[in-house]
């Protein structure tokens, strides 16, 4: 008789990715496009970013390859990372500069109504940082350890959702 074969383990990740979604009250199209082409109006420069208060940009080439870059009050430009992979209106992926060691983030477009949009980010890649860039202060104190990224990634989102538009609240039942 054969033992049979050990069943495979499944090992938690150490540094799982940041999970952050906001539902706007607008199509996905309109969505995606307002993402990226305006990025600049409605990020929160102050404090996500590298320039604070002398970013006068904040530009997104829209394509694989291109760039994505703040350009500060006297034109010199400070990377944000990469497009690597680029669907509108659903998805694009990019690498992220931000952290020291390269690191990934993605950004999807569901359609849950003809104007309520679902828009999530995916920010993974954590295993390539040492445990002092995981620790290091971002935008926000504390890095990736201490929970900033999740606090700046919904902080973000937020600041788009609310340039978009909310969803409207639902509307009150009514009873006969």
Same mark, same amino acid.
């Given at each position: 008789m054969t033992a049979a074969p050990e069943p495979a383990r499944v090992l938690p990740l150490r540094r799982p990715p940041i999970?952050?979604?906001?539902?706007?009250?607008?199509?996905?199209?309109?969505?995606?496009?307002?993402?990226?082409?305006t990025i600049g109006a409605w990020w929160p420069v102050d404090p996500f970013s590298a320039g604070g208060g002398r970013v006068r940009d904040v530009t997104f080439e829209q394509r694989p390859g291109g760039r994505v870059f703040e350009t500060w009050d006297d034109g010199s430009t400070v990377d944000w990372g990469t497009v690597r992979s680029w669907e509108p209106p659903h998805r694009f992926a990019m690498s992220w500069l931000v952290t020291g060691t390269a690191t990934e983030v993605e950004l999807t477009f569901t359609e849950l109504g003809a104007a309520r949009t679902l828009v999530a980010v995916e920010h993974r890649g954590?295993?390539?940082? %040492?445990? !002092?860039?995981?620790?290091?202060d971002c935008a926000l104190a504390g890095g990736y350890t201490s929970g900033s990224f999740s606090t700046g990634w919904a902080t973000i989102l937020? %600041?788009? !959702?609310a340039t978009v538009g909310a969803p409207s609240p639902p509307l009150p039942e009514e009873h006969p």
């Open positions: 999970r952050q979604s906001t539902v706007v009250a607008s199509d996905r199209r309109h969505t995606f496009e307002v993402f990226v082409a954590w295993e390539a940082l %040492s445990d !002092a860039e995981l620790s290091a937020g %600041s788009f !959702a």
